[in-house]
């Protein structure tokens, strides 16, 4: 730990080399104040995690700012120019978020002075369009500046490189090493020698129209972008495909601060009110979700009378059935699904049925669009429960909200126009497959070091029983940071630190083989909430 003098010394010398008065300002402020924040402040830059870099908007080398926009930059250019990749096509997009048209010029600029071809897209948009745009342009890199689904004050730096593909070990650790080389940040070069890539969403557009299998379109959909930057860009893709769109009026414009809702993530309790209260007022048929940047969606279905909203594996499980049941083999004869170690087992079950390849990886889809091969040889549908669900990745290489909202449009239309519905499909599939329940324990902790020391408890400590049940548990170390748990009829529960949050996330799942579908759904709620508990109990308040 580095002394009070020691820190005092850092700040300094980073306030004499921001690039930003504001920035330079805000920290002063806490040096002059001897802030004991100043230590965090100064405790390092971000690195890579899951998804890229994510940080709250702020002063000092371990936050969000121009500063750090432009170091990270300069050691993505210095490591791409060092794989001889230099002078090739880089594309930059963004959100909406505070900061965030700053740090996209930027990145622009600290590229192009660099020698590459920047191509920055026109406005803020999806990260999809971006994802696909780097394969469009076969560009050698691609960076969007966005934070998802995290609170507001946050912002990110995602970084894709060729093909549309997020970086993984060791390249994460190669470029952290380039940034630390990489000089102050006002002696970095910049310049506003980059184009527009203007057509990047009618491109990203002309293509997601082709996606639907069907021809029943007689469908209303409620959708919300929640404050983000999708509503328009989604509301134009199901008209394309012949959809009616309903908006939730209040979320449908862009804003950082992402007012009607506490979290602006689609799986937080209470996020998606305002949806299904609109659904049920227009009378609608599907209810569509995406998180702020569009790479998420979350479904909801009226059910007897009222709404629910589907969990990622029910979504993860209706798109792969729709995908397998209309795939045409001749143009892909060696079919291969995918999801992760933390995604309910069920597609395992309609892969076999469908005879085709089954991968489970890591998670993330940095490995999701790695599967099989290591390369995604033939993957023709990829999901993680966290709602991320990739349908059509020789086009985007990543999870996609826009185009999995139009492809369950299609498979809604189309059960609808024979007199069924997508519960409907789902019992179907749980009579076949098994009746697959999941469920989160999530605890959120503000000492960091607290994961760390609940990891090392448990793996010193393992589980024999949870929940009346024997239990075996398999160390993923060194390979991730993961338990796994598992014991007979389905049980299993998946341990890990959060890629992208301060929480301590446990992944659960019960299976009941389906004589009476009532029956088993009441006995698999009754296991789940008995693992639940057994579960907190084990993790404490991490």
């Known amino acids: 730990m580095r002394s009070g003098t020691d820190v005092r010394a850092a700040?300094?010398?980073?306030?004499?080399?921001?690039?930003?008065?504001r920035t330079q300002a805000e920290l002063q402020e806490l040096v002059d104040a001897d802030s004991p924040e100043l230590a965090d402040r100064m405790s390092g830059m971000p690195r890579f995690g899951t998804a890229g870099l994510r940080a709250q908007v702020r002063a000092g080398a371990n936050g969000m700012n121009r500063a750090v926009v432009v170091r990270t930059t300069a050691g993505v250019a210095d490591w791409l120019v060092g794989r001889g990749h230099g002078g090739g096509v880089v594309v930059v997009g963004r959100d909406a978020r505070h900061g965030s048209a700053d740090f996209a010029a930027d990145t622009a600029g600290v590229l192009a002075a660099a020698g590459f071809d920047v191509r920055v897209l026109p406005e803020p948009l999806p990260t999809p369009v971006l994802a696909h745009a780097v394969r469009a342009l076969d560009a050698v890199a691609g960076v969007q500046i966005t934070a998802s689904h995290n609170p507001p004050q946050d912002n990110g730096y995602k970084l894709y490189l060729r093909g549309g593909t997020h970086l993984v070990t060791p390249t994460d650790s190669e470029i952290e090493a380039a940034v630390a080389a990489t000089?102050?940040?006002?002696?970095?070069?910049?310049?506003?020698?980059?184009?527009?890539?203007?057509?990047?969403?009618?491109?990203?557009?002309?293509?997601?129209?082709?996606?639907?299998?069907?021809?029943a379109r007689g469908l209303r959909i409620a959708a919300t972008a929640m404050h983000g930057v999708g509503a328009r860009p989604l509301r134009e893709a199901l008209h394309r495909a012949g959809f009616d769109v309903h908006l939730v009026a209040s979320q449908a414009e862009p804003d950082p601060d992402f007012p009607?809702?506490?979290?602006?993530?689609?799986?937080?309790?209470?996020?998606?009110?305002?949806?299904?209260?609109?659904?049920?007022?227009v009378g609608a048929d599907l209810a569509v979700a995406l998180d702020p940047d569009a790479d998420r969606c979350a479904l909801g279905v009226p059910v007897d009378g009222t709404w629910r909203m589907l969990r990622g594996d029910e979504t993860g499980v209706l798109l792969a059935w729709h995908i397998l049941s209309t795939l045409d083999r001749s143009a892909v004869?060696?079919?291969?699904?995918?999801?992760?170690?933390?995604?309910?087992?069920?597609?395992?079950?309609?892969?076999a049925e469908f005879g085709v390849r089954y991968d489970e990886t890591l998670t993330g889809f940095k490995w999701l669009v790695r599967a099989g091969d290591g390369a995604g040889t033939g993957l023709v549908?990829?999901?993680?429960?966290?709602?991320?669900?990739?349908?059509?990745?020789?086009?985007?290489?990543?999870?996609?909200?826009?185009?999995?909202?139009?492809l369950a449009a299609d498979l809604a239309a189309t059960l609808k126009?024979?007199?069924?519905?997508?519960?409907?499909?789902?019992?179907?599939?749980?009579?076949?497959?098994?009746?697959?329940?999941?469920?989160?324990?999530?605890?959120?902790?503000?000492?960091?070091?607290?994961?760390?020391?609940?990891m090392q408890r448990l793996r010193a400590q393992p589980p024999t029983r949870l929940a009346g049940t024997e239990v075996d548990v398999?160390?993923?170390?060194?390979?991730?940071?993961?338990?796994?748990?598992?014991?007979?009829?389905?049980?299993?529960?998946?341990?890990?630190?959060?890629?992208?949050?301060?929480?301590?996330?446990?992944?659960?799942?019960?299976?009941e083989q389906v004589d009476d579908l009532p029956a088993a759904k009441a006995r698999a709620a009754e296991r789940l909430a008995a693992l639940e508990q057994a579960v907190s109990d084990l993790v404490g308040g991490a």
């Open 417 to 454: 126009a024979s007199g069924r519905s997508l519960s409907g499909l789902l019992d179907e599939l749980s009579s076949e497959h098994g009746l697959h329940r999941t469920g989160q324990v999530s605890v959120r902790v503000s000492d960091l070091s607290v994961i760390p020391r609940t």
């Open 474 to 511: 398999r160390d993923l170390l060194p390979d991730t940071d993961a338990l796994v748990i598992t014991g007979d009829g389905g049980l299993r529960v998946v341990v890990r630190p959060s890629g992208t949050e301060p929480k301590l996330k446990c992944y659960l799942q019960v299976v």
């Open 11 to 21: 700040a300094l010398r980073w306030i004499a080399e921001d690039v930003d008065p």
């Open 260 to 281: 009607t809702v506490g979290f602006p993530n689609p799986e937080e309790p209470g996020s998606t009110d305002a949806l299904l209260a609109l659904a049920a007022e």
């Open 381 to 406: 549908y990829a999901y993680e429960e966290a709602l991320g669900h990739c349908v059509d990745p020789e086009f985007v290489r990543d999870k996609d909200g826009i185009s999995a909202a139009v």
């Open 183 to 215: 000089p102050p940040a006002n002696e970095v070069p910049r310049s506003e020698d980059w184009a527009v890539h203007e057509s990047a969403l009618e491109d990203y557009l002309a293509r997601v129209a082709t996606l639907p299998r069907g021809s």
């Open 333 to 351: 004869p060696d079919p291969l699904v995918a999801t992760t170690i933390v995604s309910a087992t069920m597609l395992r079950s309609i892969a």
